[in-house]
């Protein structure tokens, strides 16, 4: 029932409430004795978030899958502890590559959920949801990206990490390098020049706010925001499952950590 049903990584949290983690492989769901607790049936999901999309709801699992869907289940979300479908796009998908959940919009109650396909498949277009699956009708280039996000300013949406272009003098000609910057999607800027390839997202310094560690040849580089708190949190790492992210971080595709509880506006 498991076999071909992981994804890149896997967390573990506790999702039956027995007082013992629970591994999610993607697909399905190991128990704490190692059987199967639930398996979706749906194939290799290239993406898998253990998360809360919503502060009224259980722990849920929002899924894309990299296999050809003709049964509209390409991007849906299941119950943690039980992997009954919750919502699903509805539409044939054909290799849905990346997935993502936040709240980057305060229009929307709870985390938007995010999917792109991958040009693999044939095609190249991105979905954007609500916690209730509800279809964000919106142009392609209004949808954010699945790469990393970050809590970084005072308030609980969270932030998007770009990419940008800037001309680096040399002895000869200049030459254009890559660097990041941290902002609102379609919006504020609040940290330019971000150097370096991106390691991990955490927040190490405990502020519940969010850290960015890179590494360049020779250097490893921690960027923290310098944007006071307007509230006071307990350190993200003291979530279980946001702990779990950050171990599998360094293993299969990078995904950004979100905790067990709802953290949005």
Known sequence: VIRSMGAHSMVTGDVDKDG????????????????????SGLGHSDKAYLCRLREDLPLQVFMVSEPKKTDGRGVSVVDAATGKLQWSIGQTTYHVGSGMVTDFDPKYPGLECIASEDRKGGSTDKYLFTADGKRINAEQSDIPGCGNWIWWD?????????????????????????????????????????????????????????ELITAKPGELRIYHTNIPARDRRVTLMQDPLYRSYIAHGSMGYPQAPVPSFYLGE
């Open 20 to 39: 013992r983690d629970e591994i999610l492989l993607g697909s399905c769901m190991l128990d704490d004795d190692g059987t199967a607790l639930w398996s």
């Open 154 to 210: 005072a308030d609980l949406l969270r932030e998007t990490i770009g990419y940008q272009p800037r001309a680096v003098k040399t002895n000869g000609p200049s030459i254009r390098q890559m660097v990041m910057n941290v902002q609102k999607w379609k919006g504020e800027k609040f940290t330019e020049n971000i150097e370096g390839g991106v390691l991990a997202v955490a927040d190490i310094e405990g502020d519940w706010r969010e």
